[in-house]
């Protein structure tokens, strides 16, 4: 089987699995009080950043002169695994490498944009697609 022909496979069980996933769930039987109280797992927190008012176009050049650097060191430092502008220029999207929304927040608040009060962040939480589990058999899991 070619590397194309895998990845297209692959791509088809992860869309039937997610399709799948609702009925799974709708199907098994009830949770038992203890995995309400599990802790979800959290490896990694998506930031969608916004420019505020005070981004003007004569105050933003002179914080993006030490935003660069910083960010950048973020991505050395391996905090960021992906980093993208958004398509209208109003702002970035990083997919962060920490488990809990304060590191996230403490981490872009400590950015300079951050410190000018020139960019917020919606911070999401996110973790493994666990309805996934559902489709290994049981001597797997």
């Known amino acids: 089987m070619s590397r194309r022909n895998i990845l297209a496979f692959a791509a088809v069980a992860l869309l039937t699995a997610c399709a ?10 009830a949770a038992q009080p203890q995995d309400a109280a599990k802790p979800q797992l959290i490896t990694r927190i998506l930031a969608v950043g916004k420019l505020t008012e005070k981004a003007t176009p ?6 993006l002169a030490h935003e660069v650097p910083a960010t950048l060191q973020l991505y050395l430092n391996g ?10 220029q109003t702002g970035v ?3 962060l490498n920490v488990t809990s929304v304060e590191e996230a927040h403490a981490l872009l ?4 944009l951050g410190q000018a009060g020139m960019m917020t962040f919606e ?15 049981l001597s797997a899991k």
Do not use: C
């Open 109 to 112: 608040e400590a950015l300079p």
């Open 93 to 95: 999207v990083f997919l």
């Open 123 to 137: 911070l999401t939480p996110l973790g493994p697609l666990l309805p996934l589990g559902r489709l290994l058999p």
């Open 58 to 63: 004569d105050k933003l050049p002179a914080v």
């Open 20 to 29: 799948a996933a609702p009925a799974l769930a709708q199907a098994a039987p």
């Open 79 to 88: 905090k960021i695994a992906d980093w993208y502008a958004k398509p209208d």
